[in-house]
């Protein structure tokens, strides 16, 4: 079973900065895409960013030239740097991971529990 844990969320005024990091634990052979989620109250759940297993970023429209989405695969890690925060950037923040996982190396989908962020104007 693969686990992902997020951190580094919390309270920040309009214009700052956050760092979110993901970590995944579990017999993971392989990962394949991984990515953040946000859900506003009230709103559905929606992409903020996603990274291939080579590395390359994609972003809602919303975020792009503010956000930016790393991994690093030797440590099973995710991290998403959030510059020029605005209030509407307030929500729950998942990552997520798919690749190959356990004895049998099969397929796996895997969420976090979330981290808040509430920017204030």
């Known amino acids: 079973q693969v686990h992902l844990v997020e951190s580094g969320g919390g309270l920040v005024q309009a214009g700052g900065s956050l760092r979110l990091s993901c970590a995944l634990s579990g017999d993971i052979f392989s990962l394949d895409h991984m990515g953040w989620y946000r859900q506003a109250p009230g709103k559905q759940r929606e992409l903020v960013a996603t990274?291939?297993?080579?590395?390359?970023?994609r972003y809602a429209d919303s975020v792009k030239g503010r956000f930016e989405i790393s991994r690093d695969t030797a440590k099973n890690t995710v991290n998403l740097e959030a510059n020029a925060l605005k209030p509407e950037d307030t929500g729950v923040y998942y990552c997520?991971?798919?690749?190959?996982?356990?004895?049998?190396?099969?397929?796996?989908?895997?969420w976090g529990q979330g981290t808040q962020v509430t920017v204030s104007s």
């Open positions: 997520t991971a798919d690749g190959r996982a356990g004895h049998d190396r099969d397929r796996f989908e895997a």
């Open positions: 990274i291939t297993p080579g590395g390359a970023p």
